[in-house]
């Protein structure tokens, strides 16, 4: 499941959930694209679940001000 939300400078983001599949020790994690910006670095924050099913609830509950703040903790991908 995606999502998309603006920030504060107008700039469209896409959130999804990746990682974190049942028996895994790969935490799930949220991921943030800046469709408005290509170039901008994607970026990600782990969800406190290891898996995909909790996290994707938890994104799709999420209001856009919620999202925001997420993205303001996510870190840069390498």
């Known amino acids: 499941m995606r999502r998309t939300f603006h920030d504060d400078g107008l700039r469209e983001w896409e959130a999804y959930v990746s990682g974190g599949q049942p028996a895994s020790a790969t935490t799930a994690r949220i991921l ?8 901008e670095r994607a970026r990600c924050v782990s ?10 609830r938890d994104l799709h509950r999420m209001a856009d001000a919620e ?8 870190r840069p991908l390498d």
């Open 47 to 56: 969800h406190e679940s290891r898996d995909v099913a909790s996290a994707e």
């Open 32 to 39: 943030f694209l800046c469709l408005t910006e290509p170039r």
């Open 67 to 74: 999202l925001l703040e997420l993205l303001g903790t996510a």
